[in-house]
């Protein structure tokens, strides 16, 4: 966190002048690192509508958070890696899938099934 932040990658978000979530992106990878909502205010879209403003076409992303990114339009890419704390997966936007599976039959294969 420390040096994406560095990076210029955290964004606090405010709702009524209240911090309400706070975000970490890589700019230089395009990468969603961390998304957090304050639980009071999660299941009214805010966590979407940032995902979409976002539009980082890769996240890291807790286990239990993957059917959110799932309904956001991202797809898991890799198996589960056991981080220091939490078990994680890499997700891609689904859009790219496409696209990763003809730099595949180009350039060879790649980790990201296109199935």
């Known amino acids: 966190m420390t040096t994406s932040a560095r990076n ?4 606090i ?4 002048g209240r911090e309400t979530a706070v975000t970490v992106v890589n700019p230089k990878l395009n990468s969603l690192l961390v998304l957090n909502v304050l639980p009071a205010h999660r299941s ?4 979407r509508a940032i995902v ?4 980082c076409n890769f996240a890291r992303v807790i286990a239990s ?4 990114f799932e309904r ?3 797809q898991c890419v890799d198996s589960a890696h056991q981080g220091r704390r939490f078990v994680t997966h890499v997700m891609v936007k689904s859009t790219l899938i496409p696209l990763a599976g003809r730099i595949a039959r180009i350039y060879g294969p790649t980790r990201v099934s296109t199935d």
Do not use: I, M, N, S
């Open 13 to 16: 978000y405010l709702l009524d």
């Open 52 to 55: 979409a403003y976002l539009q």
């Open 65 to 68: 958070a993957v059917p959110f």
């Open 72 to 74: 956001c339009g991202y």
């Open 44 to 47: 009214h879209g805010l966590g």
């Open 8 to 11: 210029g990658g955290v964004t």
